[in-house]
């Protein structure tokens, strides 16, 4: 009644000759007079899948002259959508064709192409109703089937606007009722898309506040038998996982149909029933799609809880067999509350916190390591993302792969959220991430800042201004972030949780090529490889007697260890190392410098990818070639993971991380016990029958390496700098207010 009630008035609205009306495209002509195009948006069938999930969110553009005239909701999780939405479009000629472009909708990330239509205007009866089949097409893989779109189109002709005044009148009232239609739609269109989107936020949320009702465990074993995808006869497969909106990736098994994946991850589990597990395998293709293999579904329902079951799933749909063990286990300690509600300034509570991470329960529940509470209070400053001025700021609370969301405080820039987050620790080397977004209602929402806090860095009790930092985390943005976080851990568990496997990210960034990122891996690995040069140099100078008093004693050191040596000195002398770094730092004659050079080329990386996001649309030479950017790729990642590995050492016993450095002192010293009173044959059996009868013991084990385990916790010099906290301007210094330690 409303939308008919504005079209009535409109016939009421005041009509100016001497203004051009503005119509899509140009006039024309052999062809004058207007056109009135009703588009009628039936559905899509068999669209293309862009979400890790084998799903899309898809939504349709239509396009005139270059000029966005339509744009459809969005329909969630639908290969197969139907809209029956309605647009009304006044052409001025028909030599415009009317494109049509179809996109997947990612939540804060770029949305994806799925294929476009031309539909020629010139093609089309006059008044009569014609229904419209578009194949929706890739330009760069023409060859790929995208599914199609169903359309209902009625074009009409309209009398020329030049005749005479009443024609002129008549076409311009028309052309204002159509306009305001379209208007009245569009805007009816983007409140349901803002509600459907906020909808779907604030369900998650509220599911979320109400706890996940349990934890998922799925190992991937293996696969057995799988379809040949490739001309070799073999594939390179990988397998998808979904549970709702959660989605897991494994990695990828070159050339091979029995695959060995011995990976482990986590779902949470929201559903009292248990929910269905979506288990798709694909074939891994480069510089094209990716072959499916097939799928098969877990159904969590039928299987009961604290036990570990061995699947044995044939794939749908394909050949072959994918092996897993699943468990189900009670809900962890997650939660969203408001200030009021504070479990550690509840005394009944907090001493049972405290009681469940004592150090008498050392073997109780191994993967409960402890509890993380975040106050996320307000911010301050923040950088206006609006034409208006403003934001409509939320934020974004991640642990691993537990995600919690705030409300969305519209019109700020210095947002009041107070809301308190509590996560169970898994892992203490983990690094709390809280990233602050700007919602918008028709597009992916924008990034206002974001800061990265390793938990074994919080000060408890303390209410801290954070500066925001870009997407890199490699430099300041604008705007400051208050958070109060306590920590309460078991230290023995945390220890013991160090030398198994780190958990992997469900969702992690795609591999790109960047030069600057590939000259970055390539300067930190010649950094490292300089310093065994230097180190071989030196020992040389000594052969050659360079300087005399040095190479007489280096001779006289190295008769002395010769004839001594032991191999309990081996660790005795990196202990002797960590523990004379260690003096240094607490006399203040720390050696240890600011690493300028990987900040300086952060901020260069930064740079480029800012000049990417900007010419995005312009790389398609880049895109040709996937051989050449894989084997790129591979090189840059290899020369990541050399100098990585590299760093780590180094700040293992520069106290980078004090509580790694001890306990690596701890293992040195009991490296050294058993070395010195242990023959080195028994060390050896026991590790050999160890190692032969590993798989024997527990067949399904995910294979490890303890000493890699443990490099893996400490951070490299590029994480170094990113978890740096930067000082806020003094205008920015909170209130502090120490409460007492928990730790």
């Known amino acids: 009644m409303l939308d008919s009630c504005k079209l009535k008035s409109a016939c009421n609205l005041p009509l100016t000759y001497n203004k051009k009306i503005n119509t899509f495209g140009t006039s024309n002509a052999d062809d004058p007079g207007m056109y009135q195009l009703d588009i009628t948006l039936r559905r899509g069938q068999s669209l293309a899948a862009r979400d890790r999930g084998g799903t899309s969110d898809p939504y349709v553009k239509f396009k005139i002259g270059g000029k966005e005239v339509f744009r459809s909701k969005i329909i969630y999780k639908n290969l197969n959508p139907v809209w029956e939405e309605k647009a009304c479009i006044l052409v001025d000629h028909l030599r415009e064709p009317l494109y049509v472009k179809v996109f997947d909708y990612d939540f804060g990330l770029q949305d994806d192409f799925m294929g476009s239509a031309f539909l020629e205007l010139t093609q089309l009866e006059l008044n009569r109703p014609t229904d419209v089949t578009l194949t929706l097409k890739d330009p760069h893989y023409p060859d790929h089937d995208l599914g199609i779109i169903l359309l209902s189109v009625v074009l009409t002709p309209k009398e020329g606007a030049h005749r005479d005044?009443?024609?002129?009148?008549?076409?311009?009232?028309?052309?204002?009722?159509?306009?305001?239609?379209?208007?009245?739609?569009?805007?009816?269109w983007k409140r349901s898309s803002k509600f459907q989107t906020q909808s779907l936020r604030l369900s998650d949320v509220h599911r979320k506040s109400h706890l996940w009702r349990g934890i998922v465990s799925i190992t991937l074993i293996e696969g057995r038998d799988l379809k040949a995808m490739d001309s070799n006869g073999l594939s390179d497969p990988y397998v998808k996982f979904r549970l709702g909106h959660q989605k897991y990736k494994s990695k990828i098994m070159p050339k091979t149909l029995n695959p060995q994946w011995r990976e482990q991850f986590d779902f949470h589990l929201y559903e009292e029933r248990g929910g269905i597990i979506d288990i798709t395998a694909w074939d891994r293709d480069a510089g094209k799609r990716d072959d499916f293999?097939?799928?098969?579904?877990?159904?969590?329902s039928a299987l009961s809880r604290e036990q570990t079951h061995k699947l044995e799933l044939q794939l749908q749909e394909g050949e072959g067999q994918l092996v897993l063990l699943v468990t189900l286990t009670a809900s962890a300690t997650v939660s969203i509350s408001d200030l009021s509600v504070n479990s550690l300034e509840d005394q009944k509570e907090r001493e049972e916190i405290l009681k469940r991470y004592s150090p008498l329960r050392i073997f109780h529940n191994l993967k409960d390591v402890g509890f993380l509470q975040v106050k996320v209070i307000r911010a301050e400053g923040l950088m206006a993302a609006?034409?208006?001025?403003?934001?409509?700021?939320?934020?974004?609370?991640?642990?691993?792969?537990?995600?919690?969301?705030?409300?969305?405080?519209?019109?700020?820039?210095?947002?009041?959220?107070n809301k308190i987050f509590t996560f169970n620790i898994k892992d203490i080397h983990s690094v709390l991430e809280v990233t602050v977004y700007d919602e918008d209602r028709d597009r992916s929402a924008d990034f206002l800042g974001k800061v990265a806090i390793p938990l074994l860095s919080i000060q408890n009790g303390e209410q801290k201004a954070y500066v925001l930092k870009n997407k890199q985390l490699t430099g300041?943005?604008?705007?400051?972030?208050?958070?109060?976080?306590?920590?309460?851990?078991?230290?023995?568990?945390?220890?013991?949780?160090?030398?198994?496997?780190?958990?992997?990210?469900?969702?992690?960034?795609?591999?790109?090529?960047?030069?600057?990122?590939?000259?970055?891996?390539?300067i930190r690995t010649k950094r490292c490889v300089m310093v065994l040069v230097n180190a071989a140099y030196y020992v040389n100078s000594c052969f050659d007697w360079d300087s005399?008093?040095?190479?007489?004693?280096?001779?006289?050191?190295?008769?002395?260890?010769?004839?001594?040596?032991?191999?309990?000195?081996?660790?005795l002398v990196?202990?002797?190392?960590?523990?004379?770094?260690?003096?240094?730092?607490?006399?203040?004659?720390?050696?240890?410098?600011?690493?300028?050079?990987?900040?300086?080329?952060?901020e260069d990386e930064e740079e480029e990818d800012d000049k990417d996001d900007k010419d995005s649309e312009k790389k398609g030479f880049i895109?040709?070639?996937?051989?050449?950017?894989?084997?790129?790729?591979?090189?840059?990642n290899i020369l990541d993971e050399v100098a990585s590995f590299g760093e780590r050492i180094k700040n293992t016993f520069n106290w980078t991380v004090p509580f790694l450095s001890w306990l690596a002192i701890v293992a040195l010293c009991v490296f050294i016990v058993i070395l010195y009173f242990i023959p080195l044959r028994y060390i050896v059996l026991v590790w050999g029958i160890n190692k032969f009868t590993k798989k024997l013991r527990c067949p399904y084990a995910i294979d490890n390496n303890e000493l890699l385990d443990f490099l893996s916790r400490v951070p490299s010099d590029v994480q170094v700098v990113q978890y740096q906290e930067l000082k806020p301007d003094s205008s920015h210094s909170p209130c502090k207010r120490k409460k007492n330690n928990l730790g």
């Not at 293999?293 to 969590?300: A, Y």
């Not at 004659?589 to 300086?600: A, H, I, Y």
Request: charged share 20%; aromatic share 10%.
């Open 165 to 188: 005044v009443q024609s002129s009148i008549h076409n311009f009232l028309h052309w204002r009722i159509c306009e305001i239609k379209t208007m009245l739609m569009r805007k009816s």
């Open 293 to 300: 293999i097939g799928r098969c579904q877990v159904d969590l």
């Open 386 to 417: 609006d034409v208006t001025g403003k934001s409509d700021p939320f934020c974004v609370v991640e642990l691993n792969n537990d995600r919690l969301l705030t409300h969305t405080v519209y019109k700020n820039l210095n947002p009041e959220w």
């Open 476 to 522: 300041p943005t604008k705007g400051v972030i208050y958070l109060e976080i306590d920590v309460i851990f078991n230290a023995v568990k945390a220890s013991l949780r160090t030398l198994i496997p780190k958990e992997q990210k469900y969702i992690e960034e795609e591999n790109r090529l960047s030069k600057q990122l590939l000259l970055r891996n390539f």
């Open 548 to 571: 005399p008093s040095r190479s007489l004693a280096a001779f006289v050191l190295f008769l002395f260890v010769v004839w001594n040596f032991e191999l309990y000195m081996i660790p």
């Open 574 to 602: 990196l202990l002797l190392l960590l523990t004379w770094n260690y003096f240094l730092i607490i006399s203040g004659k720390d050696n240890r410098q600011r690493d300028t050079v990987v900040e300086d080329m952060l």
């Open 623 to 636: 895109n040709k070639i996937y051989a050449i950017q894989e084997v790129c790729i591979s090189v840059q």
